[in-house]
């Protein structure tokens, strides 16, 4: 069977050239040419690519893919971009796109784009520690969502106690606060958390709280009228409306400023929205999961943080552990990541030398699984024969320590030392401050204290 594309842009001699090259290499290919079009086709049928302008006449293709997203998380959406969108294709595929390619279109190009697509769309997700079971015991749509979500359930004593959190919360209705380093895999935490409970038919919206600005908070989260403000073209449905009756996660709630904390409270208490230039409210029911990389209790002390919304957001709070604390999942994630950049990249390399699993096996691994994801996938690249040698591996991994001092014998350097310590630090970690922290041999939090005690711009 054929796999089904849906092609929506407003250029209708572009879509038909798009639909006749694709139909050619065996697609069925559908066209749109509206967002209105597109979300009633997507109401009646599934589709395996979504190849989207971002630019539509009725709605731009970030809202298509938050929709799609929401109706079906395994369809896979190619963004189509001129040069001057990049970055918001970029943020795009934060939100779930599979990739982006750019305008003018080159047919080799998508063709290959949609193929890799496809791959990881078809491609199995391996789950530790499930017995056969315990799968048959989960009701058929929770199970078929988790089939669909990468997500690697590990074997160790971290990995036992966050699953074990994730089961007990999901099917409440409790607002959960995810805490942990960046790269620790938050988002897949929140996802987990809503396929497993009462709302796994319904909506799951994420949204990057750091990456909207201050004075459009208002509309990207609870959207606005048409004329309401200087360039609002169209009606904007916010995302406490996309995910009425599903869950919303406030990924990086902590760059949240002060005054959007404000409207937010009131979402959250009310439970009511007004988008920008109505006068009338929308009743939302969503479940919120947020998550954090900052202490937020530390946030609140210093008054940058509300501690109604703190506590509105903390009902029940999550730690997602570091790669390094998990030692017995580390070679099960290795694996995963391998077959993943395998099917990426269209190679078949088979594992890992044993030089490079007992690195692995040593190493810090400050990024967390985001950096062993593209450490894995750069190796791949770099493999000319069946295994990964440690000769592919990038140079950070092999690195000194900068210095091994305990925190007491950092607290020995005069000011002026102390401050030039840390600059050489947060250089040497490329301004990754967990990893700074652990080469001035001191706690993050105390690196972070430090930072503001010296007034490093960073």
């Known amino acids: ?10 250029d209708i001699s572009f879509c038909v050239m798009v639909k006749t090259f694709l139909e050619k290499k065996g697609f069925t290919v ?16 599934t589709f395996d690519v979504v190849l989207t302008d971002i630019r539509l006449p009725d709605k731009d293709g970030i809202e298509l893919l938050q929709l799609i997203k929401a109706k079906s998380f395994p369809t896979q959406v190619i963004l189509m971009t001129g040069y001057t969108e ?34 990881k769309k078809a491609s199995p997700i391996i789950e530790e520690t499930i017995d056969a079971e315990a799968k048959t015991s989960t009701k058929t749509k929770t199970s078929s969502q988790n089939n669909t979500f990468p997500f690697v359930k590990g074997i160790s004593d971290h990995s036992n106690q966050l699953h074990d959190y ?73 995302h406490f ?8 996660f ?17 979402a959250l208490q009310e439970r009511k929205i007004k988008p920008v230039g109505s006068n ?57 990541f391998l077959e993943m950049a395998n099917h990426d990249l269209e190679k078949e390399v088979q594992g890992f030398s044993q030089p490079v699993t007992d690195l692995f096996l040593t190493y810090d691994w400050p990024g967390n699984l985001r950096e062993m994801k593209n450490i894995i996938k750069r190796s791949v690249l770099l ?18 320590p900068y210095q091994e001092k305990t925190e007491s014998e950092f607290q020995l350097y005069s000011s002026k030392d102390e401050e030039k310590a840390i600059l050489d630090a947060l250089e040497r970690a490329r301004f990754n401050k967990t990893k700074a922290a652990q080469l001035l041999g001191i706690d993050r939090k105390t690196l972070y204290n430090k930072i503001k005690l010296y007034n490093i711009e960073l």
């Open 1 to 10: 069977m054929s796999s089904k594309i849906l092609v929506v842009d407003d």
């Open 30 to 45: 559908h066209n749109v040419f509206s967002a209105k079009e597109a979300e009633g086709i997507l109401e009646n049928e």
């Open 86 to 119: 990049i970055k918001t294709a970029v943020n795009a595929i934060k939100m779930g796109a599979f990739d982006y390619v750019g305008k003018p279109i080159n047919p080799d190009e998508i063709l290959h784009t949609i193929n890799q697509s496809l791959k």
């Open 166 to 238: 994730i089961e007990l919360v999901a099917p409440t209705n409790m607002s959960v606060l995810i805490i942990g380093d960046s790269g620790t895999g938050k988002e897949y935490i929140a996802h987990s958390i809503h396929v497993q409970s009462k709302r796994n038919d319904k909506p799951f919206i994420a949204v990057d709280c750091g990456a909207i600005p201050k004075e459009l908070a208002s509309s990207e989260f609870f959207g606005h009228l048409k004329g309401s403000f200087t360039g609002a073209f169209n009606d904007k449905t916010g």
């Open 241 to 248: 409306e996309a995910a009425n009756g599903g869950t919303l």
């Open 250 to 266: 406030l990924d990086e709630v902590g760059n949240l400023s002060y005054e959007v904390q404000i409207q937010l409270l009131r």
């Open 280 to 336: 009338n409210e929308i009743g939302v029911d969503i479940r919120v999961i947020a998550a954090t990389n900052e202490d937020l209790q530390e946030a609140v002390k210093k008054g940058d943080f509300r501690e109604d919304l703190y506590h509105r957001l903390n009902e029940f709070s999550i730690k997602a552990p570091r790669l390094s604390e998990r030692k017995n999942d580390i070679l099960i994630f290795a694996n995963h």
């Open 383 to 400: 493999t000319k024969g069946d295994m990964v040698l440690k000769e592919v591996l990038p140079q950070e991994m092999f690195d000194t």
